[in-house]
C-alpha cells in the first residue's frame, strides 16, 4: 500500500524568506501523480502544484516550486518570497496511475506560520 | 465559474439519526470524490463516482453510501451516525475519472452529539 509522510507538523518563516516543506512517499508503481495542497482556515483545499511522475521536470507555480526525487521518492515544496496570505495547512497527496485506484493519499499535513 | 458547492456547511445530528450531504461540481465535471477529514484521522477517502457509477471506494462500513446523479451532482450518505462520525466532509470534483488535481468544496462539518 501507498503512504505518504510529511515529517514536519509545524513550519515558520518571515515574510519574504524561502521555506521548504518535506515530503516522502512509497509506492511500488512507476505511473503516479503528487499534489501539493494548501487549506487556509476557510477550510477549502486549494491545489498549489502537481507533478507527474514520469516527468524529470520540476515542477513550478509562480512562487511555489518543487524538488522531486523519484528515486529517493522524496516531493518537497519550496515557497519563495513568502506571504502573509501563505499562512495555512500544506498537505501532500498520491495518485496512483493505476486505473480503479484512483483515490488520493494524503499525508498528515504541516502547518506552515508566516511571521511579519 | 461556480466552484464545487457543498451544503450544508454546518450540521449538528444526534447519536442514530441519519444525514444527507449534497455536492454539485463544477460544471462540465463528471468524477466527484469525497474524503473525511478528523484530527485524528486526517484526510481518508470514503469514495469516487464518474459517470454515476461508483468507481473506487475507501475503508469505511457500510453505513457511508453515496450516489450520483445524471447532472453529477453527488449526495453522501451516513446511516445510524455515531459520535466517530464528526469531521469535515469534502467533496472534490474533476472532469477526468481520478483527475490531475482535484477541486475541492469548503467541506460540511458534522457534528454528532
Known amino acids: 500500500a501507498q503512504t505518504v509522510t510529511q515529517s514536519q507538523p509545524e513550519m515558520s518563516v518571515q515574510e519574504a524568506e524561502t521555506v521548504t516543506l518535506s515530503c516522502t512517499y512509497d509506492?511500488?508503481?512507476?505511473?503516479?501523480?503528487l499534489f501539493w495542497y494548501k487549506q487556509p482556515p476557510s477550510r477549502q483545499m486549494i491545489l498549489v502544484i502537481r507533478?507527474?511522475?514520469?516527468?524529470?521536470q520540476n515542477a513550478t507555480e509562480n512562487r511555489f516550486s518543487v524538488n522531486f526525487q523519484k528515486a529517493a521518492k522524496s516531493f518537497s515544496l519550496k515557497i519563495s518570497d513568502s506571504q502573509l496570505g501563505d499562512a495555512a495547512m500544506y498537505f501532500c497527496a498520491y495518485r496512483s496511475g493505476v486505473p480503479g485506484t484512483y483515490k488520493y493519499i494524503f499525508g498528515t499535513g504541516t502547518r506552515l506560520k508566516v511571521l511579519a | 465559474k461556480a466552484g464545487v458547492t457543498q451544503t450544508p456547511r454546518y450540521l449538528i445530528k444526534t447519536r442514530g439519526q441519519q444525514v444527507t450531504l449534497s455536492c454539485s461540481p463544477i460544471s462540465g465535471h463528471r468524477s466527484v470524490s469525497w474524503y473525511q477529514q478528523t484530527p485524528g484521522q486526517g484526510l481518508q477517502f470514503l469514495f469516487e463516482?464518474?459517470?454515476?457509477?461508483?468507481?473506487n471506494k475507501g475503508n469505511f462500513p457500510g453505513r457511508f453510501s453515496g450516489r450520483q446523479f445524471s447532472n453529477s451532482r453527488s449526495e453522501m450518505n451516513v446511516s445510524t451516525l455515531e459520535l466517530g462520525d464528526s469531521a469535515l466532509y469534502l467533496c472534490a470534483s474533476s472532469y477526468f475519472e481520478g483527475g490531475d488535481g482535484y477541486t475541492f468544496g469548503s467541506g460540511t462539518r458534522l457534528t454528532v452529539v
Open positions: 509506492t511500488s508503481e512507476s505511473d503516479y501523480y
Open positions: 507533478q507527474e511522475a514520469y516527468k524529470q
Open positions: 463516482y464518474f459517470s454515476e457509477t461508483q468507481r
